[in-house]
């Protein structure tokens, strides 16, 4: 701390002079960055508009951020500055809506982060049955939302389907093939050319593919 390589951020906690701005921010306000903030910190997909340092205490920890956070039941032991995915999932149901919930949940299963018996872990009734919604094949986050939209409205979507002559796609209701995609996907020449190609062979089959820019 003398010569500043280190940051006291409060009792017990320091920093080095090259962390994280907003895991620094969380700790200094009482707690440790957790909920959308740490599955964001994760590389977890998290829907736009869901911003802000997400905090979360523990039992001695009272934080004085806006965005205190907590999941069900016993708040677990504050032991890092950046909580595990799956406590931050558990603290995420009281933040975000049901659907970006089980988006960043899909997102959690598909890229590893977390197992889905370690996040039914720190869920209660509520949120086990939104991880039994989660569908880890899903391929990014805006994919999650429309399927999630589709089975509310009952319709039976089939998730990463391999189609003869066109390869795997998003997602399949019947016969038509639905391509998730967003804008900064289809910026180039060949982008289009491929998703043409595609349509033409999903017409071949007897399909017909809807690429759906969220």
């Known amino acids: 701390?003398?010569?500043?390589?280190?940051?006291?951020?409060?009792?017990?906690?320091?920093?080095?002079?090259?962390a994280d701005p907003t895991v620094v921010t969380a700790v200094r306000a009482g707690g440790v960055l957790g909920c959308v903030s740490a599955q964001?910190?994760?590389?977890?997909w998290i829907a736009p508009g869901n911003g802000?340092?997400?905090v979360r205490g523990s039992r001695?920890?009272?934080t004085?951020?806006?965005?205190?956070?907590?999941?069900?039941?016993?708040?677990?032991?504050?032991?890092?500055?950046?909580?595990?995915?799956?406590?931050?999932?558990?603290?995420?149901?009281?933040?975000?809506?049901?659907?970006h919930w089980i988006a960043a949940c899909d997102s959690v299963l598909e890229s590893g982060l977390a197992h889905g018996a370690d996040i039914a872990s720190c869920?209660?009734?509520?949120?086990?049955?939104?991880?039994?919604?989660?569908?880890?094949?899903?391929?990014?986050?805006?994919?999650?939302?429309?399927?999630?939209?589709?089975r509310a409205l009952n319709?039976?979507?089939?998730?990463?389907?391999?189609?003869?002559?066109?390869?795997?796609?998003d997602l399949r209701v019947g016969k038509l093939l639905i391509e998730c995609?967003?804008?900064?996907?289809?910026?180039?020449?060949?982008?289009y050319q491929n998703d043409r190609h595609r349509d033409r062979a999903a017409l071949g089959a007897g399909m017909a593919e809807d690429p759906t820019h969220l």
């Open 1 to 18: 701390m003398r010569v500043g390589d280190l940051v006291r951020l409060r009792p017990g906690w320091y920093a080095r002079s090259d």
């Open 123 to 150: 869920l209660g009734p509520r949120g086990k049955k939104l991880l039994s919604k989660c569908d880890g094949n899903s391929q990014s986050g805006t994919e999650s939302l429309v399927r999630v939209r589709l």
């Open 52 to 54: 802000g340092v997400h």
């Open 40 to 44: 964001r910190a994760h590389g977890a």
């Open 60 to 62: 001695t920890l009272r």
């Open 181 to 191: 995609d967003s804008k900064m996907h289809h910026t180039s020449l060949e982008d």
């Open 155 to 169: 319709f039976a979507v089939v998730v990463q389907p391999r189609i003869a002559g066109v390869g795997k796609v």
């Open 64 to 99: 004085s951020m806006a965005h205190g956070c907590r999941g069900d039941g016993t708040p677990p032991p504050t032991r890092t500055a950046v909580d595990p995915v799956d406590v931050a999932l558990g603290c995420a149901l009281r933040c975000i809506t049901d659907e």
